[in-house]
């Protein structure tokens, strides 16, 4: 059983920045892929962002070049997401889950809001 504590959301004006933290019980990020996702009020959960167990990230095109998903290499417990350059339309309840994409563990989710 694996345990994903999201932190690091909030309420931040359009233009600002947020940088998002997952940590998870055991060091499962060295060798498993994980993702980024969110999920705006009435809108299905989609993916943000993901990263393979060698560091390779990929982005929704959305957010290409203004966020950017990393990982703690001295722990492979904690991935972040580094979040510039925010809209409103970012706005949503973002969670991790881990392996990527076949999802068996999810975080309880931390609520970003971005302000016009």
């Known amino acids: 059983q694996v345990q994903l504590v999201e932190s690091g959301g909030g309420l931040v004006q359009a233009g600002g920045s947020l940088r998002l933290s997952c940590a998870a019980s055991t060091s499962i990020f060295g060798i498993n892929s994980m993702g980024w996702f969110r999920q705006a009020p009435v809108k299905q959960r989609e993916l943000v962002a993901s990263?393979?167990?060698?560091?390779?990230?990929?982005y929704v095109d959305s957010v290409k070049g203004r966020f950017t998903i990393s990982r703690d290499n001295a722990k492979n417990t904690v991935v972040y997401l580094q979040m510039n350059s925010l809209k409103p339309e970012d706005t949503a309840v973002y969670y991790c889950?881990?392996?990527?994409?076949?999802?068996?563990?999810w975080g309880q989710g931390t609520q970003v809001t971005v302000s016009s």
């Open positions: 990263i393979t167990g060698g560091g390779t990230a990929n």
């Open positions: 889950a881990v392996p990527f994409p076949n999802i068996h563990y």
